[in-house]
């Protein structure tokens, strides 16, 4: 899979006024990500699908060309990565099985 940098924790990154002599933050801080220092030592998981396609024409006169094709992306269902949310840890998927359908037509 891909290289990518770990993360470690989170942080709040805290806002002072500019010009203050408080040592207290003037509102509340913002969520920041820690991460890892060894920059892109980690790996995503291996990452393979297989797309199929079937295509068909007709030549219809002499003038006019009818193309119909189906395409199947992701044949084998396989849930591959596009995403990981380093806030929540969630694992977000590329698309599952897709079938689609076309129909062209050339003069």
Do not use: C
Not at 41 to 61: E, F, Q, S, T
Not at 71 to 91: G, K, V
């Amino acid at each position: 899979g891909l290289p990518f940098t770990q993360t470690l924790g989170f942080f709040e990154k805290l806002l002072f006024l500019q010009g203050s002599q408080s040592p207290y933050p003037s509102q509340q801080g913002q969520l920041a990500v820690l991460l890892s220092p060894h920059y892109n030592a980690a790996r995503l998981p291996a990452y393979h699908r297989l797309d199929l396609m079937v295509k068909r024409r007709w030549r219809i006169g002499p003038a006019f060309l009818l193309e119909a094709n189906f395409t199947l992306l992701n044949a084998y269902n396989r849930p591959n990565l596009f995403y990981i949310d380093r806030i929540s840890a969630r694992r977000y998927n590329q698309l599952p099985i897709l079938p689609s359908l076309g129909l062209t037509g050339t003069w």
